[in-house]
């Protein structure tokens, strides 16, 4: 088990996996929300077959797996039914989350999640890395990536906590606005160093 859990968040577009990735490079163990969102409703589990009951079929695809894009419209437009869906998955995502940082082989873990705080998760980390951009970066990038509207990229933006109540909860933060991959792989570097110290220093005075 990792002595140290990161928590590692940011707003649509601001870089997040990117920065992840560097820290994988450097031997680090990474715990992806996102990956975990997918598992817990691949086929043959039973949160599928609950999606399934409560929603019907149409949720599903021809091959059995989640309907995503049709699902993601369905509780954007509906707080109860997105309620409902956050009230299944939230508690098994945070289950597997606590699971494999148990099993983080590496002196310290990263868990990425970009709700990290929306959905209180920052309260199973020691510390919150946030990477930071301007709303406008983040529309021209996300509508670059995921061929969205703007329309469709504010309204995720609004969804999520607001930049600055996503940057009082930080307690390191990496800007990523109009910086280099080379500036933010440096960042990154500058951060592993200053994390393997805290492990290093709460094992001297434990």
């Known amino acids: 088990m990792s002595d140290l859990i990161i928590g590692l968040t940011g707003g649509i577009g601001s870089g997040k996996s990117t920065v992840a990735n560097f820290f994988a490079d450097l031997g680090v163990d990474i715990i992806d929300a996102d990956i975990i969102a ?3 409703v691949e086929v043959g589990r039973p949160a599928l077959s609950a999606i399934k009951n409560q929603f019907g079929s ?4 021809e091959n059995g797996q989640l309907n995503r894009t049709l699902l993601r419209q369905r509780v954007f437009s509906d707080q109860k039914d997105k309620k409902w869906l956050n009230n299944l998955l939230h508690p098994l995502i945070r289950e597997q989350l606590i ?3 148990k099993q983080a ?3 310290y873990c990263i868990v990425v999640a970009p709700l990290l705080i929306e959905n209180n998760l920052h309260t199973m980390v020691r510390r919150v890395l946030v990477v930071d951009i301007s709303e406008a970066q983040q529309i021209a990038r996300t509508c670059k990536r995921d061929n969205n509207s703007i329309e469709q990229v504010e309204a995720i933006i609004a969804s999520q906590v607001s930049r600055k109540t996503r940057l009082a909860q930080a307690d390191e933060v990496i800007t990523n606005d109009q910086t280099s991959l080379k500036d933010v792989k440096k960042d990154v570097f500058h951060l592993h160093q200053y994390y393997l110290a805290l492990v290093a220093n709460e094992k001297r005075i434990n």
């Open 99 to 101: 699971l494999q940082t």
């Open 105 to 107: 082989k590496s002196d």
């Open 38 to 40: 997918r598992e817990v």
């Open 58 to 61: 149409e949720y599903l695809l």
